[in-house]
């Protein structure tokens, strides 16, 4: 299992590396753990990439990390990407779930964080749908899956991801997760610039398909909220196929897939 403490050394690694890629902490979980953000050059045109929203979906930690290791060596040889953009990288929105699901103290289906809240429900984005129509599925409280929290944002972990957002003005964000093999585009009646042509470029990058979230599933997630306050270009890329937590085994077929759709992320222009 790729854990917290692979993810830092790892990070810890690339920074030692790359002079133009550093750290930062973007704010605490429930349990006190970081949730960092790797910084990989100096643009003004920010991206902002995330991972492991949901506990049983740590797989996408490792996807997003070997990306980032890619792009250094990328921007090593072709450093006008550095003077263009700056990739903000956070691997592990929600580590204390990610543990708890590799150390077993919660089942493999956990995809919440340490107080039983779905972190990527919590977001403001019409949550009072979000919460009804997690009610009228049987998500009334705290759990392993579908809880939406007692108000937008009451946990550490979805505020951080608010506050650094606003804070470093992303352009675009991307959010992985899993699992399907498809690529989320589009919310409500927003049409943020740029948005479809550059989710026909992941879908063509890949063989994953663009298509609608059923509206059931939709409302208060981080993709929601930022296309929403922001109108710009949000995606969620629902990374493999299979039952979560997916097995460590298929890293490398998901990899291989999801990678054009990564490297279509930073081809915005500013």
């Given at each position: 299992m790729y854990s917290f403490e692979m993810m830092t050394h790892a990070m810890h690694k690339i920074t030692q590396?790359?002079?133009?890629?550093?750290?930062?902490?973007?704010?605490?979980?429930?349990?006190?753990?970081?949730?960092?953000?790797?910084?990989?050059?100096?643009?003004?045109?920010?991206?902002?990439?995330?991972?492991?929203?949901?506990?049983?979906?740590?797989?996408t930690t490792p996807l997003l990390m070997q990306f980032v290791e890619a792009y250094c060596r990328f921007c090593e040889e072709?450093?006008?990407?550095?003077?263009?953009?700056?990739?903000?990288?956070?691997?592990?929105?929600?580590?204390?779930?990610?543990?708890?699901?590799?150390?077993?103290?919660?089942?493999?289906h956990w995809k919440?964080?340490?107080?039983?809240?779905?972190?990527?429900?919590?977001?403001?984005?019409?949550?009072?749908?979000?919460?009804?129509?997690?009610?009228?599925?049987?998500?009334?409280?705290?759990?392993?899956?579908?809880?939406?929290?007692?108000?937008?944002?009451?946990?550490?972990?979805?505020?951080?991801?608010?506050?650094?957002t606003q804070l470093r003005d992303?352009?675009?964000?991307?959010?992985?997760?899993?699992q399907g093999e498809e690529i989320y585009w589009r919310y409500r009646h927003f049409d943020p610039p740029r948005a479809q042509e550059l989710a026909a470029n992941m879908q063509n990058a890949?063989?994953?398909?663009?298509?609608?979230?059923p509206d059931e599933a939709s409302h208060g997630g981080y993709r929601d909220w930022f296309i929403e306050a922001f109108n710009r270009p949000g995606f969620t890329i629902e990374c493999g196929l299979g039952v979560n937590p997916l097995p460590y085994e298929d890293f490398d077929a998901i990899y291989e897939k999801v990678k054009g759709i990564l490297w279509a992320g930073v081809d915005v222009k500013d």
């Amino acid at each position: 299992m790729y854990s917290f403490e692979m993810m830092t050394h790892a990070m810890h690694k690339i920074t030692q590396t790359y002079a133009f890629a550093t750290t930062e902490t973007i704010g605490t979980s429930c349990l006190g753990k970081p949730i960092y953000a790797l910084c990989i050059g100096y643009g003004a045109t920010a991206i902002g990439y995330n991972a492991a929203h949901h506990a049983n979906e740590w797989l996408t930690t490792p996807l997003l990390m070997q990306f980032v290791e890619a792009y250094c060596r990328f921007c090593e040889e072709n450093t006008d990407y550095l003077q263009r953009f700056t990739l903000y990288a956070i691997p592990m929105v929600n580590p204390d779930g990610v543990e708890a699901v590799q150390n077993g103290t919660r089942p493999p289906h956990w995809k919440a964080n340490a107080r039983g809240v779905d972190l990527n429900s919590n977001y403001p984005a019409s949550w009072e749908t979000a919460r009804q129509n997690k009610h009228a599925q049987g998500y009334t409280q705290a759990g392993a899956i579908g809880y939406v929290g007692e108000r937008p944002l009451c946990e550490p972990e979805s505020s951080a991801m608010v506050a650094y957002t606003q804070l470093r003005d992303f352009a675009l964000t991307l959010s992985l997760h899993t699992q399907g093999e498809e690529i989320y585009w589009r919310y409500r009646h927003f049409d943020p610039p740029r948005a479809q042509e550059l989710a026909a470029n992941m879908q063509n990058a890949s063989t994953y398909l663009c298509v609608d979230v059923p509206d059931e599933a939709s409302h208060g997630g981080y993709r929601d909220w930022f296309i929403e306050a922001f109108n710009r270009p949000g995606f969620t890329i629902e990374c493999g196929l299979g039952v979560n937590p997916l097995p460590y085994e298929d890293f490398d077929a998901i990899y291989e897939k999801v990678k054009g759709i990564l490297w279509a992320g930073v081809d915005v222009k500013d």
